[in-house]
């Protein structure tokens, strides 16, 4: 993986005199003593950040956060006041006019909240629209712009005039806009924002899918943490021109840096953040022909659990409980076969933990086999409910033992 | 009582006549007779036109044209309003004055819409200008008719020059409007994609403003009529010098006729002017669609295809 985007320390200014402003700040003084100051406003602060080729990078913040700005700089829509964008190595911001207008026209391609196509042109000429500017001949880039239309599904409305079609349409017709010029770099401002919330759940698994095909570099601006969670593969919480955390979802999530960024994700469905990975533990079994009931039994007390998990020659082949032991052998030594359940919940170590609901609800653990249905670890009820129920404290429990210890502590409360 | 006047008086009017008859007129003579030039080209040449053209063959191509741009209605108003134009004998003058309106509207846009555009890029030249353009509006004709004569002599061609001074300002000002009021987002996607600034404007800002800009046509067209009779003080013909004439000798009839002829053409390019304005708002064709549309007939039915959803 190769850095595509690296942004040193960029700041904006809106005011007469940024240098003075950025001189202010650099001496410890707030964004409002500023204004109060010197009638300037800091748009955007001494941002860093880096995007590797094919990642989707979403910046997340309310509005007035300074989040639009940042990524009209990254175009140089707006003109930074300091700081440094580079794109593949190469300096945007010392870029003159005409490097500039070359970069804008092969490598970089926007989408707008308000979608922003051209009333006047039909669906195919507002996708046609880049390449039109850059001279490309006009076969070409009908054939390339009905070419990303298919992609997103509209190659049937090509003719029609943009305000005939709905707003998540019209969105689609904006994301071919910019696929059209095939660009590396696909600036999104709050795309989905202006849509309403089920067609921008359809949106987000669309681009999701489009992304897996394309593997473009995204930075995607958003307002919605939810959003932010499942589009971005890093995420960066932005607060009044800064950013105040940037990580993978279940860093935000599960490690908040501060009372604002937490404030913000007590009320993400965090089922759908963490995976099974996260609450994971070892793989816990015994080969069936090795063992009988009393021995499972035993086993059961020491780890202070209510089911197994049985191998056969290596291969996971089920699942005994303690109910299904008793009914099996009334309690006494009795074949083990008979009690074992062969269908069992499954799961995959990158499945979110909504996906084990169930089996977690019906208080069976759940097997994680990974591709090649090596049985990789355990995943208890009690973790996830844990994990679920926590608020604040560190919820990686990666150590294993401490993880048991905490589940055994569960158990017998649970079984009561 | 004592007011300044009385011990000391500028002497304005001497000034003026210093600058222009002792500085103006005697170092830009040919400035101001190589103005001319094109002006009287394009006057002529359309005044010829219109005048060889027999009287039925260019009623039928206008009532064409207003049906074709508007309605049926207005096709027959047209018909109507140019046989009794013809019928009251004032055939001729009218088509002196209707070659002189269009060589006026002509030169107001080839100078407007470009001022206009400036004007909406620079908001330092906006500023400087619309001061301008209030002097333009608020100064009565009368007033330039004076220098206009001094500098450019008394005939037709001063004349269309005072009417286009007159006529000029609302094509600049609604040129000015309308791309200013290009949805800033559109701007924004039209550079973001990578357009230079002149595709900006040919691609994004004109077509979008066309229907603001075609407003501000209607404006100086119906401007420029309204000069019609003002411009026959300094020579001008057609229908204003009937009225003129007929006012001189008190020919209450005469002027009738050639004020009847006024409002009948005022009426028709109005009409037809803001037809060709509105229809782009419900279809909202390119520019070169409604430049063809000044020249071309088309079927004013739905097209196929088109679902029958217009409201008509």
């Given at each position: 993986m190769t850095e595509k985007i690296v942004v040193k320390n960029l700041s904006k200014v809106f005011g007469d005199d940024p240098d003075q402003a950025l001189e202010m700040i650099r001496k410890g003084k707030t964004k409002d003593e500023v204004l109060a100051e010197t009638g300037q406003t800091i748009g955007v602060q001494s941002v860093n950040f880096s995007v590797e080729e094919g990642e989707v990078f979403v910046v997340m913040g309310l509005s007035g956060s300074g989040k639009s700005t940042l990524v009209r700089m990254l175009n140089r829509l707006i003109e930074a006041s300091e700081g440094e964008i580079r794109f593949d190595g190469q300096d945007m911001r010392g870029a003159d006019a005409a490097t500039l207008r070359k970069l804008r026209l092969e490598k970089i391609a926007m989408v707008f909240q308000h979608f922003a196509l051209f009333p006047?042109?039909?669906v195919l000429e507002n996708v046609e629209y880049g390449l039109k500017v850059a001279r490309v001949p006009a076969a070409e880039r009908r054939e390339r712009a009905l070419e990303a239309l298919r992609k997103v599904g509209l190659a049937a409305w090509a003719d029609r005039r943009p305000a005939t079609l709905s707003g998540g349409m019209q969105q689609r017709v904006g994301l071919a806009r910019g696929l059209a010029v095939d660009p590396e770099i696909l600036l999104m401002d709050e795309p989905f924002s202006a849509l309403d919330p089920l067609i921008r759940r359809d949106m987000q698994n669309e681009l999701l899918e489009l992304q897996r095909e394309l593997r473009k570099t995204i930075v995607f601006i958003t307002h919605d943490l939810d959003e932010a969670l499942t589009l971005g593969d890093r995420i960066?919480?932005?607060?009044?021109?800064r950013f105040v955390q940037v990580g993978t979802a279940e860093e935000i999530v599960g490690n908040p840096a501060d009372d604002y960024v937490a404030a913000f994700t007590q009320d993400v469905d965090r089922a759908r953040v963490f995976d099974v990975a996260s609450v994971m533990e070892p793989p816990e079994a015994l080969e069936l022909a090795e063992t009988d009931a009393g021995a499972v039994r035993a086993r059961l007390d020491e780890l202070g659990r209510d089911a197994l998990h049985l191998l056969r020659d290596g291969a996971l082949a089920g699942l005994v409980t303690r109910r299904s032991l008793a009914q099996a052998a009334g309690g006494g030594g009795g074949?083990?076969?008979?009690?074992?359940?062969p269908e069992m919940p499954r799961a995959r170590p990158g499945d979110v933990l909504r996906q084990v609901y169930d089996a977690c609800s019906a208080g069976l653990p759940v097997a994680v086999c990974d591709e090649e249905e090596r049985f990789v670890g355990v995943v208890t009820p009690e973790a996830v409910f844990e994990l679920l129920a926590e608020d604040k404290n560190a919820p990686e429990e990666e150590d294993a033992p401490d993880g048991e210890e905490k589940a055994a502590e569960a158990a017998p409360a649970l079984s009561a | 009582m004592w007011q300044p006047s009385d011990s000391f008086e500028i002497p304005l009017d001497v000034w003026v006549e210093t600058v222009i008859k002792g500085w103006l007129v005697p170092n830009f003579r040919d400035l101001f007779q190589a103005v001319q030039v094109p002006i009287t080209t394009v006057l002529e040449g359309l005044d010829l036109a219109l005048q060889a053209i027999p009287m039925p063959l260019f009623t039928l191509a206008l009532v064409l044209v207003a049906w074709a741009v508007a309605s049926r209605g207005l096709a027959l108003f047209t018909l109507v309003a140019l046989a009794v134009v013809d019928l009251i004998g004032v055939w001729p003058q009218t088509m002196t004055t209707l070659a002189m309106i269009l060589t006026a509207v002509l030169f107001c846009a080839i100078v407007g819409v470009p001022l206009g555009i400036?004007?909406?890029?620079?908001?330092?030249?906006?500023?400087?200008?619309r001061p301008v353009l209030d002097i333009m509006q608020t100064i009565p004709p009368f007033v330039y008719l004076?220098?206009?004569v001094m500098l450019f002599g008394v005939g037709m061609t001063p004349g269309i020059i005072a009417t286009i001074i007159f006529a000029l300002p609302p094509i600049i000002r609604l040129?000015?409007?309308?791309?200013?009021?290009?949805?800033?987002?559109?701007?924004e996607a039209a550079y973001a994609f990578g357009s230079s600034p002149r595709q900006v404007l040919w691609e994004v800002q004109l077509p979008l403003a066309l229907r603001t800009i075609m407003a501000g046509l209607n404006q100086t067209l119906m401007l420029a009529l309204s000069m019609a009779v003002i411009a026959a003080l300094i020579g001008a013909g057609g229908l204003g010098l009937i009225v003129y004439t007929g006012l001189g000798r008190l020919d209450v009839g005469a002027a009738t006729e050639g004020g009847l002829g006024i409002v009948l053409l005022a009426m028709i390019l109005d009409r037809?002017?803001?037809?060709?304005?509105?229809?782009?708002?419900?279809?909202?064709?390119?520019?070169?669609?409604?430049?063809k549309a000044f020249f071309?007939?088309?079927a004013p039915a739905n097209p196929p295809g088109s679902g029958g959803q217009s409201v008509s």
């Open positions: 006047h042109k039909s960066a919480i932005m607060k009044e021109g074949p083990l076969e008979g009690a074992m359940v | 400036a004007a909406a890029r620079r908001d330092g030249f906006e500023k400087g200008l004076v220098p206009i040129t000015n409007l309308g791309i200013r009021s290009v949805p800033e987002d559109l701007i037809i002017t803001q037809a060709l304005g509105s229809e782009s708002t419900t279809k909202s064709p390119g520019l070169l669609e409604t430049l071309r007939i088309r």
